[in-house]
Structure formats: C-alpha cells, structure tokens
C-alpha cells in the first residue's frame, strides 16, 4: 500500500533554534517528493521538490534530504523564526499515471 | 498574475442545500486540481483536468459530487445534497505540467449543519 508518514505530529521549538521534520514514504514506483508549507487558514506553498537522484535542496533556511534508497526524507530548518509556524507536507508523487500520496504533515509551533 | 482565485472563502450551509465551490487558475496552467482537507484524513486529491478535462475522479467521494471545467479560467465543484461529513475545507490548485509545482488558492472552507 502506497503511504507518506511524517513525524513527529506536532513539535514546538524556541525562535533561533534548529529542527528537523521527517518523512517515510512507500510509494513506488518513485517518482518525485515535494516539501510543502501551510500557514493557518491558506493553501501549501511549495518549499522543495526532489527527484529520485537528488540528495540534497536547499531553499534559504529549509534544507530537504532524500534517501531513495531507506525511502526517507527530512526537512532541516534552520534558525527558525517566528513565520515558520505552520503545518509542513511531505508529498510524493508516483509515476505511471498521476498518484499522489500525502502525508498527514507536521505541525510546528515556533516560540519567542 | 493574481494566482489561484476561489470563493467564496467561506460557506455555511445547511443539510440538504447545494452548494457550488469555484475556481480560477492561473493563466497558462494546463492542469488543474480540486482538494479536500480535513483534520481526520489530511489533503485528499478529488479529481483533476488537463486543458478542461476531467482525467482522474477516482478520488471523488460520492455521486453527490460533481466538477466541471467549461473554459480554461473556471472550473466548479458542486455537492448536491450536502452532508455535515463533507464539512471540509476545498482547494483548487493549478500546475503548468503534472510535474511541476502546484500553485494553491487560498481555499474554501465549508460548513454544513
């Protein structure tokens, strides 16, 4: 069964501090994984996209990994701020036709 | 460009009543993509268009729903009857290509009671 899961559910990190998201996927075959951000009450704005032989994105202080291999992914940000509050999506997309498995997103909660 | 347009932004409305949900992609977006959020079950795919056509409804739930696309710029997504459990917030999203970036509108949330 094709599934995205993403930990941890929900974190709360002090401004200025770094945090990782996680993102396990089963989707196969690969075709392309994507980082989205949704601030309350507005439609996910794209961070990264990555394909299958890319490791590495960076997008200013968000920095995605991607191991096709162990079929995870991570979202690094750093020195977070305030506006980083919302929920993060990790969504991968199969080939053959278009499929698209979303996962249940992390929220982050960012304090002063 | 003005991006991804929906409205109304919010809808109440009670059992029973339709209820018409509309969407403005961006100009020059071959493909365009309806989405339901929930709390229980996260973003859900309803059906998507290439050029005004329906390619995929696989993920629309019930007969009770149905979407069109009569031109480039509009496309609606209707529920007749509605349900508390379609209680939601619906997305339209535009892409230039499948594997390009989705450009969200800013949603509609819907009520039923």
């Known amino acids: 069964k094709n599934q995205v899961e993403q930990s941890p559910q929900s974190l709360i990190i002090l401004e200025g501090k770094n945090c990782t998201l996680q993102?396990?996927?089963?989707?196969?075959?690969?075709?392309?994984l994507r980082w989205y951000k949704q601030d309350t009450g507005r439609g996910p704005v794209s961070l990264t996209i990555?394909?299958?032989?890319?490791n590495t994105k960076s997008n200013g202080r968000y920095t995605a990994t991607l191991d096709a291999d162990t079929k995870q992914s991570s979202l690094h940000i750093t020195a977070s701020q305030l506006s980083d509050s919302a929920s993060y999506i990790c969504?991968?997309?199969?080939?053959?036709?278009?499929?698209?498995?979303f996962g249940a997103g992390t929220r982050l909660f960012v304090k002063a | 460009d003005a991006g991804v347009i929906q409205s109304p932004r919010h809808e109440v409305t009670e059992m029973g009543q339709e209820v018409t949900l509309r969407c403005k992609p961006i100009?020059?977006?071959?493909?365009l993509f309806w989405y339901r959020q929930t709390m229980m079950r996260g973003l859900e795919l309803l059906i998507y268009?290439?050029?005004?056509?329906?390619?995929?409804d696989s993920g629309m739930p019930e007969d009770r729903f149905s979407a069109k696309m009569p031109n480039a710029s509009f496309s609606t997504l209707k529920i007749q009857p509605s349900e508390p459990r379609d209680s939601a917030v619906y997305f339209c999203?535009?892409?230039?290509?499948?594997?390009?970036?989705?450009?969200f509108g800013q949603g509609t949330r819907l009520t039923v009671v």
């Open positions: 993102c396990n996927y089963t989707v196969s075959p690969f075709s392309n």
């Open positions: 268009f290439n050029n005004n056509v329906p390619i995929d």
């Open positions: 999203a535009s892409r230039v290509q499948l594997d390009t970036e989705a450009f």
């Open positions: 990555m394909t299958f032989s890319e």
């Open positions: 969504v991968v997309f199969g080939t053959g036709g278009f499929k698209t498995i």
């Open positions: 100009s020059g977006h071959d493909y």
